[in-house]
């Protein structure tokens, strides 16, 4: 059975960084992507873009190039998310999901990104 | 991308059937049969109801049918019940290999 299990809630203050882990376990086919989904407080899920765990080649949707950066440990089967330069606007619930298919079957719990002075 | 074009809120009544469509271009939901649908319940992660636009996962209750048609897809739930209050997210493959999703639709069970 696979688990997708993330780290927990972050409070950060506008300016600082934060950096969100995702680590999977089971099987997941070969090649998979791990993509990052956000989630604004009361809006609708959002694609940020994903990370292939073969090559480590990142791709980030439009609106998220910059100061969003996704990473990998493949020794620990572990992604990442980093944002930088916070500002109150990333206040979000942000997900991980593996993808070997066209779809998402596999969620992270979700991680509380708040931003706030 | 654009998000796909959901309704904001559909509701119906125990036992009655819904329909949410889910409206993209050529580009997406048009493109490929690569169409999948998330039930999300507050303060929990999306879960999958519907993928390859009319395939059920092992465990998803078979009152869930999805369909398509052009750059439309639907999601079909019969025989409404309170537990399938919810909110719903369409999300589809795209021509730019990546995807996009639907704005959300709350399912409401008067």
């Known amino acids: 059975q696979v688990q997708v299990v993330q780290s927990g809630s972050e409070l950060k203050k506008p300016g600082a960084s934060v950096r969100v882990s995702c680590k999977a376990s089971?099987?997941?086919?070969?090649?998979?992507?791990m993509n990052w989904v956000r989630q604004a407080p009361g809006q609708g899920l959002e694609w940020m873009g994903w990370?292939?765990?073969?090559?480590?080649?990142?791709t980030y949707a439009q609106g998220f190039t910059g100061r969003f950066v996704f990473s990998l440990d493949t020794s620990v089967s572990t992604a990442y998310l980093q944002i930088s330069s916070l500002k109150a606007e990333d206040t979000a619930v942000y997900y991980c999901?593996?993808?070997?298919?066209?779809?998402?079957?596999?969620w992270g719990q979700g991680t509380l990104v708040t931003v706030s002075s | 991308q654009s998000a796909l074009t959901q309704p904001a809120s559909v509701s119906g009544s125990p036992g009655q059937s819904i329909t949410i469509s889910c409206t993209g271009t050529?580009?997406?939901?048009?493109?490929?049969?690569?169409v999948s649908w998330y039930q999300q319940d507050p303060g929990t992660a999306p879960k999958l109801m519907i993928y390859?636009?009319?395939n059920r996962p092992s465990g998803v209750s078979y009152r869930f049918s999805g369909s398509k048609s052009g750059s439309t897809a639907s999601l079909t739930i019969s025989g409404l019940q309170a537990e399938d209050e919810a909110d719903y997210y369409c999300?589809?493959?795209?021509?730019?290999?990546?995807?996009?999703f639907g704005g959300g639709t709350k399912l409401s069970v008067l």
């Open positions: 999901a593996p993808s070997g298919d066209y779809f998402f079957k596999y």
């Open positions: 089971g099987y997941i086919s070969i090649g998979y992507g």
């Open positions: 990370i292939n765990t073969t090559t480590g080649y990142p």
């Open positions: 050529s580009s997406d939901v048009g493109a490929y049969n690569y």
């Open positions: 390859e636009v009319n």
């Open positions: 999300s589809s493959y795209t021509t730019t290999n990546s995807w996009v």
